[in-house]
């Protein structure tokens, strides 16, 4: 990677700043294709003086992530279509001076599924009805999804639902929904280290046609998605979104459409 004069630069805003994979995806991609830009991170403690440089500094663009993608909106000239509908920001770019932010994280959702299944027209169940679900569910529905979120907190489901304009129900509706359900969700923390022995679907209700897709990557392999694998579904890992909807912010970044092997290769990550 040669620096010089005109190298454009994409930072990082996020408190994983130190241990994010993206530097690796995204600095294999730029070498690869001699693109004249490099990610880099930056420990932001402030977010409104965070966005003030990135004009200030004339950085090109920057990825964001926990605990900025609402706070920040605030302080942004623009917000896409995307970032609108879901609430929260996960890209901004610098259009000569304008900051505008985007949101990638549902559309890299649904890319991760259609590695495996169609979405339009499936019955879909959504686990969840918080700031991850609420970025797939927009997605799903942008895609042609017949989508249902459940929820613990069934008032929680119901005003998410109310503004995707699908169906909603409690956790007691899964039993009665999964039989005839296409794709299965989870958007909760349920499963995550160190409550991995945990899920919110008991395994007899998983069925062969369904393919399983779950938000949680640490573990990789949640209990939710071993039973599923064991029950014959398809199942499909959270490490499949993070680098969709990292292809997705690359096409931002850079207006080129990345090779999405080499990604793969700096993330480490196969689809089995
Ligand atoms: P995020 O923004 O990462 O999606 P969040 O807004 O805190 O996080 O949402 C967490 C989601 O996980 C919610 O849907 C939550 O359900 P409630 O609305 O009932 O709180 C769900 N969740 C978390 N822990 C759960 C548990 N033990 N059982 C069931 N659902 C749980």
């Known amino acids: ?9 994409i930072g990082f805003f996020g408190s994983t700043f130190r241990t994010s994979k993206m530097y690796a995806m995204y600095n294999a991609v730029f070498e690869k294709l001699s693109l004249n830009f490099v990610y880099v991170p930056f420990d932001v403690v402030d977010i409104k003086k965070g966005v003030e440089a990135i004009k200030t500094l004339g950085i090109h663009a920057v990825g964001v992530t926990i ?4 706070s920040i909106m605030e302080h942004l000239d623009e917000l896409d279509e995307n970032a609108k509908k879901i609430g929260a920001v996960n890209v901004v ?3 000569n001076g304008k900051l505008i932010g985007g949101n990638t994280d549902g559309k890299g959702g649904v890319r991760a599924l259609r590695e495996k299944t169609e979405v339009k027209r499936k019955k879909i169940i959504l686990l969840g009805a918080g700031g991850a679900a609420r970025a797939l569910a927009f997605a799903i529905k942008d895609e042609g999804g017949n989508l249902t979120i459940v929820n613990r907190t069934i008032s929680e489901a119901e005003a ?3 503004v995707v304009d699908c169906r909603f129900g409690g956790l007691e509706k899964l039993p009665e929904l999964l039989p005839t359900t296409d794709i299965l969700i989870n958007s909760t923390s349920v499963g995550m280290i160190p409550h991995n022995n945990q899920s919110l679907v008991d395994k007899k209700f998983l069925h062969k046609k369904l393919t399983v897709m779950d938000i949680v990557s640490n573990p990789k392999e949640t ?10 579904c398809q199942i499909v890992f959270a490490d ?6 990292g292809v997705l912010k690359f096409k931002i970044y850079t207006g080129v459409e990345p090779p999405v092997d080499v990604m793969e290769k700096a993330l480490q990550i196969t689809s089995h």
């Open 1 to 9: 990677m040669k620096i010089n004069g005109e190298t454009k630069l």
């Open 67 to 70: 605990p900025f993608k609402i």
């Open 93 to 95: 770019v610098n259009r």
């Open 160 to 162: 998410l639902a109310k």
């Open 223 to 232: 209990k939710l998605l071993r039973e599923a694998k064991e029950s014959g």
């Open 240 to 245: 499949r979104m993070l680098l969709w909807q």
